[in-house]
């Protein structure tokens, strides 16, 4: 009896430990497996290199990346995203409008392309094609109607449409958007387009009305000087110039740093020419910057267990928002001193913060001119082969640190998708 009872014994030991080693076995090989499967294919590596250098915000880097993976990987999957990164970092417009078309040529069904349509259109925006600028807002609004740029797309079309003259199908536009009850485009900017559609057909009461509208239902509105101002245009083409010089005086004392305050000074010291409502539509500094801002867009990083990137890895920009008004009736604020930028003396090396680097400089001091009511601001020209550069660059720091924090919060406050820390040296 006791044998038998050994021999079970040993029987059951043997086949725990067998078991056991069978388990074993089976555990190495699944973590292999496991561990194998994690590895990044090369191209994988390299979209993983590319996606690196853009959140880094390395130009260079960045389109080396891309051009290394579109000669080596032209079937890709991740053609379409990384053709429109290429396209976002362009300084030059033309570049960045080819490679938008291509990607709407090449991939019309990806998720890409109604991106790709909507900046194709602040791209036209931005050179005042406005009749190509129409007809691409339109695309996102007809064919991308889940696109986050949706709201903005029909809001830019109509300013478009006011652009090109088509005054009554840019206050039809402005009145839809206004009635949808859409969260993207505040009430205060469709207003102050309204009044401007208004004034540019000559329609200066309705203008008048809906300035005062604006300014009676928005008393807190960021675009206060801009409305007062344009009223005030309106008064004055209506024969009241005693209201309207009160208004212009308003703007003058209650917004001395505002654009439209400069604006009523230069009117002023010309009493001998009659001032009419312009109508003129100005860019908007935003919409020119190398790096776009697709709204309220964040990277949701890619993971071998998340393939579907549908956004661009940090906010970029040509317009911002409800903030992306004309240059010409953008309000100012009060400056605000930096401390920090006080205590460099002018033959010191110091570090700024590149905001944009532009073909024409018009358009550096145009954005220069944005920012100087918050940041010290000087426009660098610089030598790029036979063309001539223009840089802005905000404040003049000790240290690098320093700089870095301007930056963040440009990116944070002003929506400058795009910065550069750079040195006098």
């Not at 208004?247 to 020419?273: F, G, H, R, T, W």
């Not at 073909?359 to 920012?371: D, R």
Request: hydrophobic share 35%; glycine share 4%.
């Amino acid at each position: 009896m006791d044998t038998m009872k050994r021999e079970n014994l040993i029987k059951f030991l043997i086949g725990s430990m067998a078991f056991f080693l069978i388990y074993i076995v089976f555990a190495v090989f699944h973590a292999s497996a496991i561990t194998e499967n994690n590895k990044f294919t090369p191209e994988e590596e390299l979209y993983q290199k590319c996606e690196s250098a853009y959140t880094a915000k390395d130009i260079d880097l960045t389109n080396k990346c891309i051009k290394d993976f579109l000669s080596q990987y032209p079937q890709s999957d991740y053609i379409a995203e990384l053709s429109f990164i290429q396209a976002s970092i362009q300084s030059d417009v033309n570049k960045a409008i080819g490679i938008y078309k291509d990607i709407i040529g090449k991939y019309p069904n990806s998720k890409w392309t109604g991106k790709a349509n909507f900046q194709l259109a602040q791209s036209y925006y931005l050179q005042k094609k406005y009749n190509e600028a129409a007809e691409f807002y339109r695309e996102v609004v007809v064919r991308f109607p889940d696109d986050e740029s949706y709201w903005q797309a029909r809001y830019w079309r109509c300013k478009s449409l006011l652009g090109k003259g088509d005054y009554d199908g840019a206050i039809n536009g402005l009145n839809s958007l206004r009635e949808s009850g859409n969260k993207e485009i505040g009430n205060d900017a469709i207003l102050l387009s309204l009044g401007e559609c208004y004034a540019a057909k000559k329609e200066y009461e309705k203008a008048v009305s809906t300035f005062r509208s604006l300014i009676d239902a928005m008393p807190d509105s960021k675009w206060l000087p801009s409305a007062y101002f344009l009223l005030a245009n309106s008064l004055m083409n209506l024969g009241k110039p005693e209201e309207a010089k009160a208004l212009y005086q308003k703007v003058i004392n209650d917004y001395p740093q505002s654009v439209e305050a400069k604006q009523v000074k230069k009117q002023l010291e010309s009493p001998e020419k009659q001032i009419q409502a312009k109508t003129e539509k100005k860019v908007s500094p935003q919409l020119e910057s190398q790096f776009l801002k697709a709204s309220k867009e964040q990277k949701v990083p890619r993971t071998q267990t998340s393939t579907n990137s549908s956004q661009p890895p940090f906010k970029v920009q040509w317009k911002n928002d409800d903030e992306s008004k004309t240059a010409d009736t953008k309000p100012k604020e009060e400056p605000k001193k930096d401390a920090k930028t006080s205590n460099v003396n002018k033959s010191d090396p110091y570090f700024s913060v590149q905001v944009g680097a532009f073909s024409t400089k018009a358009t550096a001091e145009t954005l220069s001119e944005q920012l100087k009511k918050k940041y010290p601001v000087e426009v660098i020209q610089s030598a790029s082969g036979a063309k001539s550069i223009y840089k802005v660059w905000v404040g003049k720091f000790k240290t690098r640190d320093e700089a870095t924090k301007t930056a963040q919060k440009l990116s944070n406050e002003e929506k400058i998708g795009k910065t550069i820390i750079v040195s006098s040296e």
